[in-house]
């Protein structure tokens, strides 16, 4: 293997954590690591908050130091895209022409935002997903009186309160009936609303923008058209409506793709010399019984070790458990599992008492399957410590405030030892 080169195409967590666990796990020849960024590369949850706020600069947020990539004999092409694979000749072909051969090549490439078929070509229209994208929204925030953002996703609401934490006027539209409706419950979706209303958001739901007109100068407000007449102006507009995932380079090279780069349970694609980890795979979760694709930094990582740990021979299977977390305002949520499959759900706690905060617990058939904690770290890690148990617990010891939730697991294997038997 010491002759061999591995390229890596995508240089966020994925692609970052992959090339230095191949070092890790015993990779000996060229690791190439291939970004269209000029940055080094960088953690992207601080964009929409803490670099946003102008709290945390790019240097603060970076991945790894140079040095890092150095000691590591790790190749960083920045500023270098990837045009075609020629799985074939085995072999990247390169925006500048040049041709890069491979013995394996890992795809890192991630997901792009979800664009609208409205407000193309204005430059006070915004979504965020680079480092680049946050420095042309704030070198126009001093001129901004009226911010709105389109989508009342964790990007738009995240986008939100950073925006009235700089005392902007702030309103958020979402064509949904309520913020949140595609990753959580109607509790946390009221909470989250509750939270933004309270600190001076203007929040519009069941709201469908349908064209967005310019001033009639540069310094006049847009006009924001909605598909029930009404008509709203703004100084700037952000969109945040998703993403996807980025499977061109794919498709064209023939690898199966779904909604994402289709991979086994070792990170493998249709070719076994090609894997892929990140926001661009399609896996099956195991704890779930389905095929998906997360958009997480957990994801990321954990996948892109397994994916390492394979190129370099072994046979290990992705079997990670998928948590996430929002930082809005004080208020730090977070989220384990997927609440999607849920037939009962517990509130622990008064989702009205911002001070204390709460947690929602969801199961199915009587066993914890994920849960969304506000200001509640205990009851977030002992959740995520059951769930891939799949016990059967009381809900009304859940439920109980008064019991710490370090005795689930107690009662949970008292309750299998039970059936057990």
């Known amino acids: 293997m010491s002759d061999q080169t591995c390229l890596v195409i995508g240089a966020s967590h994925a692609g970052v954590s992959l090339a230095l666990t191949l070092r890790k ?4 020849g060229p690791i190439k690591l ?17 670099h946003l706020a102008g709290k945390k600069d790019l240097d603060g947020m970076r991945l790894r130091p140079s040095k890092i990539y150095d000691d590591n004999a790790i190749e960083l092409l920045l500023g270098t895209a990837a045009t075609g694979i020629d799985r074939k000749a085995k072999s990247v072909i390169l925006a500048s022409g040049e041709v890069l051969a491979y013995d394996k090549l890992a795809l890192c ?5 979800r664009k609208l078929p409205i407000g193309q070509g204005l430059e006070r229209v915004h979504y965020l997903r680079t480092a680049a994208d946050v420095k042309t929204i704030k070198s126009q925030l001093p001129s901004v009186g009226h911010a709105v953002i389109i989508g009342g996703g964790y990007i738009g609401l995240e986008v939100a309160a950073v925006l009235r934490s700089l005392d902007l006027n702030v309103t958020v539209l979402e064509m949904e009936d309520r913020v949140l409706s595609r990753v959580t ?3 946390l979706s009221d909470y989250m609303n509750d939270l933004h209303t309270s600190h001076g958001v203007t929040i519009a739901t069941s709201c469908r923008v349908t064209a967005i007109r310019p001033g009639q100068d540069v310094e006049s407000p847009m006009n924001l058209e909605c598909e029930d007449g009404d008509v709203m102006q703004a100084d700037m507009v952000f969109i945040g409506v998703g993403v996807q995932p980025n ?7 023939g690898l199966e793709v779904g909604d994402g780069i289709v991979v086994d349970a070792h990170a493998c694609s249709s070719d076994p010399d090609i894997y892929a980890a990140g926001d661009c795979s399609w896996h099956r979760n195991n704890f779930y019984e389905s095929e998906m694709r997360l958009e997480s930094v957990q ?10 740990a394979n ?13 996430f977390w929002s930082d809005q305002y004080d208020v730090k949520l977070q989220m384990v599992g997927l609440n999607n499959q849920y037939d009962q759900l517990i509130i622990r706690g008064d989702p009205k008492d911002h001070e204390k905060g709460f947690a929602l617990l969801y ?7 994920a849960a969304d904690c506000i200001r509640r770290p205990k009851e977030y890690m002992v959740s995520k410590q059951l769930i891939p148990l799949a016990l059967q617990i009381d809900p009304a010891l859940l439920a109980d405030i008064n019991n710490d939730p370090a005795c689930w697991r107690e009662a949970g294997d008292a309750s299998r030892q039970l059936n057990a038997h």
Request: glycine share 8%; aromatic share 8%.
């Open 299 to 308: 994801n990321a990582n954990d996948q892109a070790r397994v994916a390492a």
């Open 185 to 187: 419950s109607s509790v």
């Open 109 to 113: 490439i991630g997901a792009s935002v």
């Open 34 to 50: 291939i970004s269209e960024e000029k940055e080094l590369p960088y953690h992207r949850p601080p964009l929409s908050k803490e």
């Open 311 to 323: 190129l370099c021979g072994k046979r290990t299977v992705y079997n990670a458990l998928p948590w």
């Open 25 to 28: 796990e015993g990779w000996a």
């Open 247 to 253: 499977v061109g380079l794919a498709y064209e090279a």
């Open 363 to 369: 199961l199915k058939e009587g066993k914890l399957v």
